[in-house]
């Protein structure tokens, strides 16, 4: 079983910056395409931004130019980073993984992490 647990989330100005962490279990990782969504209260969940296991990306266009998603398969971890923050940022981050190499955003994913809040004031 896949577990995945998301850090770095919190309050931060418009136009700053946050780096989430989404550390994962299991041997499965390096093989894994890998996710990260978010859901703003009253909206469904989106994805953001998708990684493959050979490090292939894929953006919302909300996000693009200004997120990057990366992994280090050494550390089991995938990161998002997040600059020029706005306020419709707000939302409850979610690191997804699935079982099949590819990540494109409309691919399903089995494994999901518990979600960590980034608030971001305007």
């Known amino acids: 079983q896949v577990q995945l647990v998301e850090s770095g989330g919190g309050l931060v100005q418009a136009g700053g910056s946050l780096r989430l962490s989404c550390v994962a279990s299991?041997?499965?990782?390096?093989?894994?395409?890998m996710g990260w969504f978010r859901q703003a209260p009253g909206k469904q969940r989106d994805v953001v931004a998708a990684?493959?296991?050979?490090?292939?990306?894929n953006y919302a266009d909300s996000v693009k130019g200004r997120f990057t998603i990366s992994r280090d398969n050494a550390k089991n971890t995938v990161y998002l980073q997040m600059n020029s923050l706005k306020p419709e940022d707000t939302a409850v981050y979610y690191c997804a993984g699935r079982s099949g190499w590819r990540a494109r955003l409309d691919d399903a994913y089995n494994y999901w992490g518990q979600g960590t809040q980034v608030t971001v004031s305007s």
């Open positions: 990684i493959s296991s050979g490090g292939s990306t």
């Open positions: 299991g041997r499965m990782f390096s093989s894994s395409g």
